[in-house]
């Protein structure tokens, strides 16, 4: 299967990888292709071999570009070379930098319930470390009625929770991190990631502030409510707290893009 097959494409990550080269991720939600092009030019380039998964998120990490996978969370790593008839950037190899030990999860009986766990995933560099981010959704759904077993269940989402991983490339392994530092936030969202230094701006560090990436997982669960905003996860009890209604937005069918925007170094 090949993204060309499908009408529904979409660029769920760009990134500046040097000042000459973009990456993208452009899939229909499901799966995706890595595209890269140079600065000014007239097309992103593709193979029809190149690799084809449901890519979650990429980084630009010590001159290397890194993928990773929501199903096996290997951390893939990216090599680029130039084509020789036009001097394109193109994707030459796609090999693996570290094995992932996933989480699946499996649907469990809740008294009337079931419940499930959506994942999502994200890369970020802090402290000059590329950090895994496994965001667990859990979502539930009503069991299916005895007297009508073919109605309508909607998944909704519920809860959140986050594990944070270190790259260990010595040892190819995720190890598993308890804490972000006193002073280190990382803010989290499709388009964009960071881990930021707080202490200047007078915040509280050891914190995850989430968005919600609606317009992809409208199409894994629904949500209770038709507001939503940023949530703030703090690393140190596992706690998720929401600033609403300090700052929300509503929601809707269409694709609302929303990142986050940070002071220049």
């Given at each position: 299967?090949?993204?060309h097959?499908?009408?529904?494409?979409?660029?769920s990550?760009?990134i500046l990888?040097?000042?000459?080269?973009?990456?993208a991720?452009?899939?229909?939600?499901?799966i995706?292709q890595i595209?890269?092009?140079?600065?000014?030019g007239?097309s992103?380039?593709?193979?029809?071999y190149?690799?084809?998964?449901?890519?979650q998120?990429m980084?630009?990490?010590?001159g290397k570009?890194?993928a990773?996978a929501?199903?096996?969370?290997?951390l893939l790593?990216?090599?680029i070379?130039?084509?020789?008839s036009?001097g394109?950037?193109?994707?030459?190899k796609?090999?693996?930098?570290?094995?992932?030990e996933?989480?699946h999860s499996?649907?469990?009986e809740?008294g009337?319930?079931?419940?499930l766990a959506n994942k999502?995933?994200?890369?970020v560099?802090?402290h000059?470390s590329?950090?895994?981010?496994?965001?667990?959704?859990?979502?539930?759904?009503k069991?299916a009625?005895?007297?009508?077993?073919?109605a309508?269940r909607?998944?909704?989402?519920?809860?959140?929770?986050f594990?944070?991983?270190?790259?260990?490339?010595?040892?190819?392994?995720w190890?598993k991190m308890?804490?972000?530092g006193?002073e280190?936030?990382l803010f989290?969202g499709?388009?964009?990631?960071?881990?930021m230094s707080?202490?200047?701006?007078?915040?509280s560090g050891?914190?995850?502030f989430?968005?919600?990436d609606e317009e992809e997982?409208l199409?894994?669960?629904y949500?209770s409510?038709e507001i939503?905003s940023?949530?703030?996860?703090?690393?140190r009890?596992?706690?998720?707290?929401?600033?609403l209604?300090?700052a929300?937005?509503?929601?809707?069918?269409e694709?609302?893009?929303?990142a986050?925007?940070?002071?220049?170094d």
């Amino acid at each position: 299967m090949h993204i060309h097959n499908s009408e529904h494409l979409h660029i769920s990550k760009l990134i500046l990888c040097s000042p000459n080269l973009a990456a993208a991720i452009v899939g229909d939600g499901h799966i995706g292709q890595i595209l890269v092009c140079k600065l000014g030019g007239l097309s992103w380039s593709v193979r029809a071999y190149d690799m084809v998964k449901n890519f979650q998120d990429m980084a630009f990490y010590q001159g290397k570009l890194y993928a990773i996978a929501n199903y096996d969370e290997d951390l893939l790593v990216v090599n680029i070379s130039q084509d020789q008839s036009t001097g394109d950037p193109q994707v030459s190899k796609i090999g693996q930098a570290i094995k992932g030990e996933p989480f699946h999860s499996v649907w469990h009986e809740f008294g009337t319930m079931d419940i499930l766990a959506n994942k999502k995933l994200y890369l970020v560099e802090s402290h000059g470390s590329l950090l895994m981010i496994r965001r667990k959704i859990w979502c539930w759904s009503k069991q299916a009625s005895d007297t009508d077993p073919e109605a309508s269940r909607p998944i909704v989402a519920g809860p959140n929770e986050f594990e944070v991983f270190k790259a260990d490339f010595e040892q190819s392994r995720w190890v598993k991190m308890t804490t972000l530092g006193d002073e280190q936030v990382l803010f989290l969202g499709r388009r964009c990631s960071r881990a930021m230094s707080v202490s200047q701006y007078g915040m509280s560090g050891d914190q995850i502030f989430f968005l919600d990436d609606e317009e992809e997982n409208l199409k894994q669960y629904y949500y209770s409510t038709e507001i939503t905003s940023f949530c703030v996860c703090d690393m140190r009890d596992g706690q998720v707290d929401s600033p609403l209604p300090k700052a929300s937005w509503k929601r809707c069918d269409e694709m609302r893009p929303v990142a986050w925007l940070f002071p220049q170094d």
